[in-house]
């Protein structure tokens, strides 16, 4: 069994969707962590490979949540450079956040196969968290979500899923070289998926379909920086074109118990007020 008991676990993106309730979890549990961000102690950043030797220095295991996404061109090969770092300090323990039906985040799995790690990979479908703690929330809070995107189902996966299913293969035997891939137990349209929002918080929340060009001149006003900017166009454009419509049985292979639904998460959403404007 892999030792993680003593030695603390890095949590790459340990203020993020996922890390923070990873770090969450192991912390009630007296399992040491370490948040690796750029807000960390010690600081580590993604962009400056000179702070990655302090962050990795002395842990027995390694979440890694890459920023701002996977599907990013070049991402794989950062996320391959940062393994082989960890491997080469003795640091085996791997688990991967990754993404569906994306060339980049694909990439990266396998590069993270091939470095010598003992590697778990979590390859989720979209969050539902994005329409509470993402890009997605002042539109809900504003009543109105207009998205370049029609029917397309989406299994959407609750981050406590996910950090359910990152705590167990980190604390748990019989975990390694496993890929788990993570949705929810139900498609839901965009259209759909904010309609239960809006039911849930009691509210008028409308979706609205919109052409490339009105979304990318949307983008473009919000002054996001360029790579986030392509993410969404290849997000809305590319991936969601019906290749991810299908559910998985990750989190029941994981867990032994069903994922959280989306009203469930839409309901507890609600609740803490977060949506009210
Ligand atoms: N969101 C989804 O629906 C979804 C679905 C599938 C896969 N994924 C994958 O999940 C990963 C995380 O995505 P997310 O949307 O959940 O983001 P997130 O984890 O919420 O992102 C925020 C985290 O990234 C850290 N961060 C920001 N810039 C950084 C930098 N330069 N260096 C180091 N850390 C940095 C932030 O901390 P500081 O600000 O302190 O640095 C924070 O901890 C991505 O790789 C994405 O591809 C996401």
Not at 19 to 35: C, D, H, M, Q, Y
Not at 76 to 96: D, S
Not at 190 to 205: N, P, S, T
Not at 260 to 273: P, R
Request: glycine letters at 10%.
């Amino acid at each position: 069994m892999i030792d993680t008991t003593q030695k603390p676990i890095l949590i790459l993106g340990g203020t993020g969707k996922t890390g923070r309730r990873l770090a969450e979890r192991l912390t009630a549990k007296s399992i040491p962590v370490r948040i690796g961000s750029r807000a960390g102690t010690p600081s580590f950043d993604w962009l400056d490979k000179g702070s990655w030797d302090a962050a990795l220095e002395g842990v027995g295991a390694v979440y890694i949540s890459y920023y701002p996404d996977i599907a990013v061109p070049g991402a794989a090969e950062t996320v391959e450079a940062l393994a082989r770092l960890a491997v080469e300090r003795g640091i085996k323990r791997l688990v991967l956040l990754s993404g569906r039906g994306e060339t980049e985040a694909q990439r990266a799995e396998e590069m993270l196969k091939a470095s010598g790690a003992d590697w778990t990979i979590l390859r989720c479908s979209w969050f539902s968290q994005n329409f509470s703690e993402g890009f997605l929330v002042e539109n809900i809070i504003e009543g109105e979500v207009g998205l370049p995107v029609g029917a397309v189902g989406e299994p959407f996966v609750d981050a406590d899923d996910i950090a359910d299913v990152a705590e167990t293969v980190l604390t748990e035997p019989g975990h390694v070289g496993q890929l788990y891939e993570l949705t929810g137990p139900r498609l839901l349209s965009f259209a759909e998926a904010v309609a239960e929002i809006g039911k849930a918080a009691g509210r008028d929340i409308r979706f609205r379909q919109i052409s490339h060009a009105e979304f990318t001149e949307a983008v473009a006003a919000h002054n996001l920086p360029p790579e986030f900017a392509w993410l969404l166009d290849e997000l809305f454009t590319k991936v969601l074109d019906g290749r991810n419509e299908t559910l998985t049985d990750g989190v029941q292979r994981a867990l032994g118990r069903q994922p959280k639904d989306f009203f469930a998460y839409a309901t507890e959403t609600a609740a803490s007020g977060i949506w009210s404007n």
